[in-house]
């Protein structure tokens, strides 16, 4: 029986992105010890592999100039420095790493009370400052774990915030698409009113479509709607109150001002193209004081506003057209 073969960049993505267990010691550690020849890390060894909570490989180096090939050739889930004020001095070397962009866990260990140099090693970039006559080696172990669930979790927050930056600048890229998109609709309406450089076509099936005249790199290009010169300030202060409220309280409660807002546009002749005109530029200005935030939910709560606008408009002009060419009579009463 053939048994289908396992996608291995499939495997590999969903071991990248598997979830994590957050605040338990990993089991396997490897482990720098930058230290002098006045304190060799045998006893450090000795006091891990009597210690079964983890299995540590403890990697020692000699002086700074050996500390630093190590970090340069190999990967090590921690660092452990030595603090010997005369011969190795922990808070330099540490702060030296920082500027230089490791990101390693790093841990101080010294002779110190650690309330005299755990604020020191905060400032310089270490993780952990732990005193020989203070820690325990399981309490060192721990210091290792949490250095580096610290580090992982300072990642993790990297890669969240790029790709809710890459997701907001896409939502935005695709607002102005769509705001391009509107803009050569106007244009092709105003064509069609004017009568030049429009064509309708015959289909088949009896739909009718239009072919647009704008290139790509004009729907690409970034450009401000005018407003119509003949809309009085009201009615676009109106509208651009009603868009905002809109965006936040959706239709449920702004029936009415819907229809306000409809009878005004009507009462004042404002067509469809134009009101469509008067949308677009009002929909710019918030999408362009949005700044980093979303722009979806405002492109769709505007792309429901715009419908209903139009419905009531449209509601409105039918009921002028039929009050104009069927004006009320007066109906004889029975018997005169």
Not at 74 to 101: C, Q, T
Not at 104 to 127: C, F
Request: net charge negative; proline share 4%.
């Amino acid at each position: 029986m053939h048994m289908p073969t396992a996608n291995p960049a499939a495997a590999t993505s969903s071991k990248r992105f598997a979830p994590r267990i957050w605040g338990q010691m990993p089991a396997r550690m490897k482990v720098l010890y930058v230290t002098t020849l006045h304190r060799t890390g045998g006893w450090l060894t000795e006091a891990f592999a009597a210690d079964c909570a983890a299995d540590i490989l403890l990697k020692e180096s000699t002086g700074v100039a050996n500390g630093l090939a190590q970090l340069r050739d190999e990967v090590f889930d921690a660092v452990l420095v030595s603090h010997e004020p005369n011969a190795l001095d922990a808070l330099d070397l540490i702060e030296g790493l920082r500027a230089g962009g490791n990101e390693e866990p790093m841990i101080i260990l010294g002779n110190v009370p650690s309330s005299e140099m755990m604020a020191l090693a905060y400032e310089v970039g270490a993780d952990a400052y732990c005193c020989v006559a203070e820690t325990t080696t399981r309490s060192l172990l721990w210091t290792f774990a949490r250095a580096i669930e610290r580090c992982q979790l300072v990642h993790e927050h990297r890669r969240l915030v790029q790709i809710e930056q890459q997701r907001l600048a896409h939502e935005h890229q695709e607002a102005e698409r769509l705001l391009a998109e509107q803009r050569a609709l106007i244009a092709e309406l105003e064509s069609l009113r004017d009568g030049n450089a429009a064509r309708i076509v015959s289909v088949e099936q009896g739909a009718w479509s239009m072919e647009k005249e704008c290139s790509d790199s004009q729907l690409r290009a970034p450009c401000s709607m005018p407003l119509p010169p003949d809309l009085p300030d009201r009615l676009i202060g109106h509208y651009r109150e009603l868009l905002r409220a809109y965006v936040v309280m959706g239709a449920g409660n702004l029936a009415d001002e819907m229809t306000s807002l409809a009878t005004s546009l009507a009462d004042a002749g404002v067509s469809a193209q134009r009101t469509m005109q008067l949308h677009v530029r009002v929909l710019e200005e918030l999408i362009g004081s949005l700044g980093n935030r979303s722009a979806r939910h405002v492109m769709n709560r505007a792309d429901l506003l715009v419908l209903e606008i139009m419905a009531h408009l449209a509601d409105g002009y039918r009921r002028r057209y039929h009050d104009q060419n069927h004006p009320p009579q007066q109906l004889e009463l029975p018997g005169f």
